[in-house]
C-alpha cells in the first residue's frame, strides 16, 4: 500500500521560511509524482508544487513560484518543499499527495487534486503578520 507521511508545518512570522517533508512508501518504481497541496478555510483545494520522481521535472503554481522551492532527498522517496518568505494568505492545511506518473504528466495532474491519487494528513501552516 501506498503511505505517504508529512510533517514540517508550524507557526512563522511573516517573511519567515519553513520546510515541509513527505515521505512516500509503497511505490514499485520511479514513475510516480509528489506534489504538495494547501487548503486554507473555506477555499478549495489547490495543487502548489510537484516533482517527478523519475526525472525531476517539476510543477509551480503562479502563487509560489520563486518563494517556495520542491525537490527529492537522498533517500529519494522523500520530498521536501522549502518555503521562503511566507505571507500571511499561506496559512493553510498543507497536505503531500502522489500518483502513479510519467515525468511528462507532471504538469497537467499538479494543478489539481484530482490529478492525485494517493493522500497523507495535512500538516497546519501558520504565518503571523
Not at 518504481?29 to 483545494?45: L, N
Not at 510519467?102 to 493522500?119: F, Q
Request: glycine share 14%; proline share 3%; charged share 15%.
Amino acid at each position: 500500500d501506498v503511505q505517504l507521511q508529512a510533517s514540517g508545518g508550524g507557526l512563522v512570522q511573516a517573511g519567515g521560511s519553513l520546510r515541509l517533508s513527505c515521505a512516500a512508501s509503497g511505490f514499485t518504481s520511479d514513475d510516480y509524482v509528489i506534489g504538495w497541496f494547501r487548503q486554507a478555510p473555506g477555499k478549495e483545494r489547490v495543487g502548489l508544487s510537484c516533482i517527478s520522481m523519475s526525472d525531476g521535472s517539476t510543477y509551480y503554481a503562479d502563487s509560489v513560484k520563486g518563494r517556495f522551492t520542491i525537490s527529492s532527498g537522498n533517500a529519494k522517496n522523500t520530498v521536501y518543499l522549502q518555503m521562503n518568505s511566507l505571507k500571511p494568505e499561506d496559512r493553510a492545511l498543507y497536505y503531500c499527495a502522489a500518483v502513479e506518473a510519467t515525468a511528462g504528466e507532471v504538469h497537467w495532474r499538479c494543478p489539481s487534486p484530482y490529478g492525485m491519487g494517493y493522500w497523507g494528513k495535512g500538516t497546519l501552516v501558520t504565518v503571523s503578520s
